[in-house]
């Protein structure tokens, strides 16, 4: 039988230690050490291999040697010859055995003209290391899709055997190498490093009621020899090398993208390097022309002393990417596309009430339902925390409505970061260089659609002690002298609490932090000839990658969290905190709609639900989305699952679920919330949120900043001073330089130049990005035809949505899809390009 091999071989860019592997590749060929194939039969069993499937002649890959492995990115295709009896039936598995020196990517094995049945798929996309490697040879399955109780017998055990090989050995496991395939939980324990310094130690996070946190992949590096609970850091030349399976390691074309983009966001040292910019206050800037040189005339380091310092400290790829040769000006980024048409719009009431539904955090404003404002934090700890907002602050701007009247018919809302933030405030402020606010800002839905701000709670802990409650301002809008100035002011305390909101809560947390246990069961419980696996596997690429990046780089001590975030200190410490109010079931985006009350059920509106803004343009468009998915998973489901019953029997199902709940989030195993995963309804919603958060909440979430956040006064993520109270001299700079005490307030140069830095990486799609409604597998990714189609409706859907996403942000009544930037709202499109777009929902959490 005539087969196609399609692998990729090592590429040795990325390191020197594989030079010359081709070489001895060559050497191998001609002693006779090739890559062999050997396909299992599925139909005829081999007594003496324990019941499994008969074993056919090995077959080899030729001309190996003749295609090198050089600084291209490619895919190489080979002819391989099966010999396969008849006699033997349908091949279910494939062995594969590398005897070569360096491991290779295989993509996938195609063969033609089986007996009595046509073309075998063979999907693998896995990394093959060589045989001396493996205890056991690798095996890769037919594109056939089996429920545990369906599969072929012969397959069973080899079925069984590849999960015990990805489960590992749990605390035997020693150091794990790169060729390992383990997945297994940790804490994050890996955080800190109290060998440095006291002020490097940080908690353990996850395993405890003070510290509560989903799990990460273990590693299983070695303790601290000063601290037994702690795991060890990597020094920061080999910060990209921490231990993920390899097969969840970025692809090549990924890793050559994230290298040539991301040098100055991923080290420490970057931190230092920024710090030694050359201007005339290096730690401020001077006015808001001073901001506008990042994008239009660069800042210009010292390059010939930070080279020296850093040469030894980082690997010369990141050097080469950081520094120009010819001493050009290298921070100067992209211009937002928030400032590209007018340079003051973000600076309007319209702007800062619009990108509350159509910005890059549009999942925090709720419908008011209590006037004045109340709060949920124990009184006995925190005494009255009810807001002073009265009604005589906001009545004259309700078109001649009560409060009452406006609550009634749905017209007031609230972005509340008060509650989240208060427990906190007193240390962030005491401890750390930040000086936050807890925040309340009340708005107004106008018969345009549009959203205006009515007043601005500004809270801080009572000086005596928390127990006396919160001490309050409230600000309103003005549009001249120093109330004009101060109300400027107020709109950016309120963007600091809920642009640090938006990323370590609403973007790591729930997005990147939430999802990494979902990857590791679903790897150790369920085989990938499950149908759940296949569904689920594609919103899974790089999430355990870009998760180990960030404990390195920014989740660490003076990482660029702590760095650029206004917890500082206390970032993690923070998102610890809220995950305890963390619900899966309601990052459903219906459900999360309800619960803020910006939705209720209607079975005559769209999808089934109204919004209660109509022109609510995450909403509008994420419920497009949401319904595609939801449409495609319950397609999918039916084909396998025919009962309740046989979601509840399905032992790797079940397993999965159990070990979710109970290892992966464990510290939140006994919330009642949980589904039970017995019915049919409660696979496909889980299925559907998994992939909605894994997409397109995450796509919401991240590829918006640089094009919003990227000029850092719209969203500042720090702020270094209180409001400015009367006869001080900070009121007086109010008066006579209001520009300059804004800037001085927010985020300081260096730390804009770090978050910024970081945000650009993080807002890029890179060239191998598979998005929504696509596969990087083949076709034929499964042999069920049901599916397939299923899957190309699913796709075609996306491509409708999305030209209808095109029409409502030309509709120039709605209001809230563009603003007065003439930034459209395009975060949900389904596709997009390379680089900076603004747009496009990828398959996974990847960035």
Not at 376 to 394: F, V
Request: hydrophobic share 35%; aromatic share 10%; with cysteine.
């Amino acid at each position: 039988m005539k087969g196609t091999v399609v692998l990729r071989k090592k590429n040795n860019v990325f390191g020197s230690k594989h030079v010359g592997s081709s070489i001895l590749d060559g050497l191998h060929d001609f002693l006779g050490k090739k890559i062999s194939f050997q396909l299992v039969s599925a139909e005829n069993a081999a007594p003496a291999n324990n019941l499994k499937g008969k074993l056919g002649k090995p077959s080899y890959l030729d001309d190996w040697h003749t295609t090198a492995a050089g600084l291209a990115i490619e895919d190489a295709k080979f002819d391989v010859t099966f010999k396969w009896d008849e006699k033997l039936g349908v091949p279910g598995a494939l062995i594969v055995k590398n005897e070569h020196h360096s491991e290779f990517f295989l993509k996938s094995v195609t063969i033609q003209d089986v007996p009595n049945h046509g073309e075998v798929h063979f999907i693998c996309n896995s990394w093959v290391y060589p045989t001396d490697l493996y205890k056991k040879d690798r095996i890769f399955f037919t594109n056939k899709t089996y429920l545990p109780h369906q599969t072929p017998a012969l397959l069973n055990k080899y079925r069984e055997e590849e999960l015990e090989i990805l489960r590992g050995k749990g605390k035997e496991d020693v150091m794990l190498k790169e060729h390992d395939r383990v997945y297994d939980y940790a804490y994050y324990n890996d955080l800190g490093n109290s060998e440095r310094g006291p002020e490097y130690a940080r908690p353990v996070f996850g395993g405890s009621a003070e510290y509560p946190y989903p799990r990460r992949g273990r590693t299983t590096r070695p303790p601290l020899k000063t601290d037994p609970f702690t795991e060890s850091r990597l020094p920061i030349t080999k910060g990209l090398g921490i231990y993920v399976p390899r097969d969840e390691q970025f692809g090549l074309l990924k890793m050559a993208d994230f290298l040539g983009d991301s040098v100055k966001s991923l080290s420490q040292t970057g931190v230092g390097l920024v710090g030694a910019v050359v201007d005339k206050t290096p730690k401020e800037f001077d006015s808001f022309q001073d901001v506008m040189k990042m994008f239009e005339g660069g800042i210009r380091l010292p390059q010939s002393q930070i080279i020296n310092q850093l040469r030894e400290s980082i690997p010369s790829e990141f050097l080469k990417t950081v520094f120009r040769s010819d001493g050009a000006p290298i921070l100067k980024f992209p211009m937002p596309d928030l400032i590209k048409e007018d340079k003051s719009a973000w600076r309007t009431d319209v702007e800062f009430a619009r990108e509350m539904v159509a910005g890059i955090h549009p999942l925090a404003i709720r419908r008011l339902e209590e006037f004045p404002p109340v709060s949920t934090l124990d009184p006995e700890a925190y005494g009255n925390q009810r807001s002073s907002i009265t009604e005589d602050h906001i009545r004259e701007k309700l078109d001649a409505l009560t409060v009452d009247e406006a609550i009634k018919s749905n017209r007031l809302f609230i972005l509340d970061h008060h509650d989240t933030m208060m427990p906190f405030i007193r240390k962030i402020n005491t401890n750390t260089p930040s000086k936050v606010y807890a925040t309340r800002t009340i708005l107004f839905l106008k018969n345009d659609g549009t959203l205006t701000p009515l007043a601005i709670e500004l809270s801080l802990p009572h000086p005596d002690g928390d127990e006396f409650g919160a001490i309050s301002e409230v600000y309103r809008p003005a549009e001249d002298g120093v109330e004009s100035s101060l109300w400027q002011l107020a709109k950016a305390y309120v963007a600091v609490s809920d642009s640090g909101y938006h990323q370590l809560i609403s973007h790591w947390l729930h997005t990147h932090a939430v999802m990494e246990p979902f990857v590791i069961a679903t790897h150790r419980q369920m085989s990938v000839l499950h149908p759940v696996y296949k569904l689920l596997h594609p919103h899974y690429r790089d999430t355990m990658n870009i998760n180990s990046i960030a404990r390195q780089t920014a989740l660490n001590p003076k990482g660029l969290f702590e760095e650029a975030v206004f917890p500082r200190t206390y970032a993690v410490e923070w998102t610890s905190k809220l995950y305890k109010n963390w619900v899966f079931t309601e990052h459903a985006l219906p459900s999360d709609l309800i619960k803020r009350g910006m939705a209720v059920k209607d079975s005559e509106s769209p999808h089934g639900y109204k919004l209660l803004i109509e022109d609510y343009p995450y909403a509008v468009d994420g419920l497009e989305i949401w319904s595609a998915i939801e449409t495609w998973v319950r397609e999918y489901c039916s084909f396998y699952y025919k009962s309740d019953e046989m979601v509840a029997s399905d032992p790797e199902l079940q397993s999965w679920w159990k070990e979710l709940r109970e290892v992966g989030h464990g510290d939140k195993k006994d919330e009642k919330w949980w589904p039970s995963m017995q019915t049919f309804e409660e696979l496909t919603e889980t299925c559907t949120t998994i992939i909605w958060v894994a997409s397109a909440l995450h796509a919401a979430l991240n590829f918006g900043q640089y094009p919003y956040a990227g000029y850092v006064p719209n969203r500042p993520t720090i702020s270094r001073r209180f409001m400015p109270k009367p006869n001080s001299p900070e009121y007086e700079e109010l008066k006579t330089n209001p520009d300059l005490l804004f800037l001085k307030t927010i985020t300081s140069q260096v730390q804009s130049l770090i978050g910024v830095a970081l945000i650009e990486l993080l807002s890029r799609h890179s060239s191998d990005e598979v998005y929504l409604g696509k596969r990087d597998d083949i076709p034929e990714w499964t042999s069920d035809p049901i599916p397939l189609e299923a899957f190309k409706k699913f796709g075609q859907k996306l491509e409708e949505i999305e030209d209808k996403i095109v029409e409502r942000n030309n509709d120039g009544s709605l209001k809230n899809r563009v603003g007065p930037a003439n930034l459209p709202y395009t975060l949900l499109y389904p596709s997009s390009g390379v680089g900076i777009t603004g747009r496009g929902i990828p398959n996974s959490i990847s960035t």
